[in-house]
């Protein structure tokens, strides 16, 4: 019994072994490695459409060479277009020369560069002129009236002309960025390979398909290299398979991933992520460049059971530029764009972003971007971003503005005040409301919502850029104004009454006054009018004496007149 106990122990310790041996791998020299290769690195240049009045090309090359090269190198011009060819670099280095008559070749006084040849000596010309980039270009402007191209060629062993033009459409401004060289088509470049070594393997136990996909690379302590540039080439199915790169290197030394989407991350050392100008600093401790030691570590940080791929990497050149991913595929687009703007144009920025608005705090139903909301409501708004790796970013909101897409531009400031919100609802997103009360007097309805944010991981924060939202505004509906009501009550009605009697009492004094200034009028004698009233029961009244004593005159006119009034009815009589 204690024999076939001790045969199962032993066979459970030798299955143990074989599956832990399984899941590391011993890195070889020469060894095949389909998923890390290095390339040239994108070096600074640029390339224009500019040319001389008399139709000549103005180049400049900038030579960099490495500390175990040859640094020598040809310079075959004979089928060139005419060209002013300026040749600058920091090293010593010899160069054989082959030129036509319209090629000049312009080279510092005090030049490290050393030109051979045996024709058209008269065309190489030493001049006075800056060796920094930037000064170098402008030198030209001043001198020439512009730059063509600008180039920066690593350990150059061979230059040669196609014969082709060496314009670019577009621009006439040498602006130096990052550029690959071999697109230029004008010339043909080669170079020597750079000095490095490999060493790399993978477990014999591959991960699943349905696994994430997990490289590691590894810089030995012995090494000069220091910044590592990583672009990603890994094609991904459905954009939702998850790469993790672990990536070890001696302290100091700073690993650039240039297009990290769909990548965990995990490292000894900095991770710089220009996309997002943000640097992830160290999320493990690994003093150890040993093979196993390595590959036991990222398998214990990212969970994992086996991973794809093991490289090591010995370089001479401090900067150094890795492809992850199997040579012939399309490499993977980088960020081109940071914001996610429902039906608006997407500009340049640092990371992508979606802002999404509710009408309520409790952001659970998004608007459509096409509904209309009235502004004297009160609107809720989630901005929130993709970031690269499993980390989490805080997201600060600036400031934000509205402009109006009418015929008249206007932009007006948003005031707005942040809404708490729980960790695990606001992962890498923040909240945030604002009143539309000052857009209710403004005739525009469709208005851009943009807002300006700030990045921050672990109390740095950077640019974050800005996130934009189309907002249609529509003004609440008015009800027409009530007509007015007069409400009486008993002081009302007191007061009514009592003006109507005092204007009654000065009606009738202002009467009395009139009648006491101008006298009784005899018109309006009651006696004397109806006495005269054939009918009237007071024409039997007693009369006023009349005096019948009248003067010779008045007694002869009133005779006349007697007389002819009585004359008349005999005369109508007849």
Avoid at 230 to 241: C, D, E, F, I, Q
Avoid at 367 to 386: C, F, M, W
Avoid at 411 to 430: G, Q
Wanted: aromatic fraction near 6%; charge should be neutral; proline fraction near 7%.
């Amino acid at each position: 019994m204690e024999g076939r106990v001790t045969r199962f122990a032993l066979l459970l310790c030798i299955t143990v072994a074989a599956s832990a041996s399984s899941q590391t791998c011993d890195p070889k020299e020469g060894n095949e490695n389909p998923w890390v290769y290095l390339s040239e690195r994108e070096l600074i240049g640029c390339w224009t459409s500019f040319i001389t009045e008399d139709k000549a090309e103005v180049h400049i090359l900038n030579l960099n060479f490495g500390a175990t090269d040859g640094k020598m190198f040809s310079l075959e011009m004979t089928n060139a277009k005419p060209m002013h060819l300026i040749l600058t670099s920091k090293d010593t280095t010899y160069g054989l020369y082959n030129l036509n008559t319209d090629v000049n070749v312009h080279i510092h006084n005090d030049s490290t560069i050393a030109l051979i040849g045996n024709q058209h000596k008269s065309n190489i010309h030493k001049e006075d002129f800056p060796t920094q980039d930037e000064e170098l270009v402008k030198w030209t402007k001043q001198k020439f009236g512009g730059v063509t191209s600008f180039t920066t060629i690593q350990n150059l062993k061979n230059i040669s002309s196609t014969g082709t033009k060496g314009t670019k459409p577009g621009t006439q401004y040498c602006i130096l960025k990052n550029e690959n060289a071999s697109e230029k088509h004008f010339m043909k470049i080669e170079t020597a390979p750079l000095a490095s070594s490999f060493k790399s393997c993978s477990p014999q136990q591959q991960s699943r398909g349905d696994e994430a996909e997990l490289h590691i690379i590894n810089i030995p302590e012995n090494t000069s290299v220091r910044n590592i540039s990583l672009r990603s080439n890994v094609s991904l199915s459905g954009a939702t398979k998850m790469t993790s790169v672990f990536l070890r290197g001696p302290q100091g030394t700073t690993w650039i991933f240039h297009n990290p989407l769909h990548t965990k991350f995990g490292s000894n050392n900095d991770i710089l992520l220009p996309t997002i100008t943000h640097r992830i600093p160290p999320s493990v401790t690994l003093n150890s460049d040993n093979a196993q030691d390595v590959q036991s570590k990222a398998l214990d940080h990212f969970k994992a059971t086996t991973f794809t791929s093991y490289t090591e990497l010995r370089s001479e050149d401090p900067l150094v530029l890795l492809v992850l991913g199997r040579k012939g595929n399309p490499a993977a687009p980088e960020p081109k764009s940071a914001t996610v703007i429902p039906n608006a144009a997407n500009e340049g920025q640092q990371m992508p972003l979606l802002m999404q608005l509710y009408t309520s705090p409790d952001y659970h139903s998004p608007l459509d971007p096409n509904t209309k909301v009235q502004s004297d409501k009160r609107i809720y708004a989630e901005i929130s971003g993709h970031t690269y790796g499993d980390f989490v970013l805080t997201i600060k909101v600036i400031n934000c503005f509205v402009h109006s897409k009418g015929s008249c531009p206007l932009v007006k400031e948003l005031p707005f005040i942040p809404e708490a919100c729980s960790l695990n609802s606001c992962r890498n997103s923040t909240r945030l409301s604002f009143s539309l009360d000052q857009l209710q007097e403004l005739t525009s309805t469709t208005w851009d919502l943009e807002c300006s944010v700030k990045l921050c991981y672990s109390e740095q924060c950077g640019d974050g850029g800005r996130v934009k939202r189309n907002l249609e505004v529509t003004q609440p509906c008015l009800q027409p104004p009530p007509p007015p009501c007069f409400d009486f009550g008993l002081p009302g009605v007191l007061g009514i009454a009592f003006g109507g009697f005092l204007i009654g009492v000065l009606l009738i004094g202002a009467l009395w006054f009139i009648k006491i200034k101008t006298g009784y009028p005899t018109g309006l004698d009651i006696s004397s009018t109806a006495a005269n009233l054939p009918g009237c029961p007071c024409s039997g009244a007693k009369r006023q004496p009349v005096s019948t004593n009248l003067s010779p005159s008045e007694n002869s006119s009133a005779n006349a007149s007697i007389g002819s009034t009585q004359s008349t009815p005999t005369s109508s009589m007849a």
